[in-house]
């Protein structure tokens, strides 16, 4: 280790935004902001209707709508999130990182899908809830168990399934310079 203080050591320069890249990730970070809170609004109002109209309306009772309220944020939220990161992945591109092909891309869109039909599974159980605890009660239940949903998707091992490069690579791990 080296005895020398922060202010002795060179700092590495930074390349610099023009204005207009600066305008555009700007105009991007809206649209991906506004795709999320919309696919949110959206996908609260499908299962709404799923619920009081039909095929959900003996399965949820009253006290555990907010459970899928909840439970559509999440969904929708994520989904809205993620669809214009993955777009913007197969159009950028630079000499650091490549873009995104059309296979990966539908592998990514696949996962976001599969992670929506595990949040609403996880949104029905604690909708369950709604027999026994009461609706407020019920809902921060519902929080905490759909916002924490993700771990055990975060602890499985995806690279021994050929999913490693899906994710991103973390940065220093062997992982990433395995697959490299």
């Known amino acids: ?17 023009s204005f207009a890249a600066n305008v555009a990730f700007g105009a991007g970070m809206l649209l991906v902001l506004a795709t999320a809170t919309l696919g949110a609004f959206a996908a609260v109002a499908l299962l709404g209707r799923a619920v009081d109209a039909a095929p959900l309306s003996s399965m949820v009772p009253d006290d555990g709508n907010n459970a899928l309220v909840v439970g559509g944020i999440a969904i929708g939220g994520l989904t809205g999130l993620m669809l214009p990161v993955i777009l913007f992945g197969m159009m950028r591109g630079n000499e650091n990182t490549s873009r995104v092909g059309p296979g990966a891309a539908a592998r990514k869109v696949l996962a976001v899908l599969v992670f929506d039909v ?40 995806w690279e021994r399934f050929g999913l490693g490069g899906m994710f991103g690579k973390r940065r220093g791990s062997a992982a990433s310079h395995q697959a490299e």
């Open 118 to 157: 595990c949040l609403l599974v996880v949104a029905l159980l604690v909708a369950q809830l709604g027999w026994f605890l009461p609706a407020q009660l019920t809902t921060v239940v519902a929080v905490f168990a759909v916002g924490f949903s993700w771990m055990p998707l975060a602890m499985v091992p």
């Open 1 to 17: 280790m080296s005895a020398e203080s922060g202010a002795e050591r060179p700092e590495a320069q930074r390349p610099q935004r």
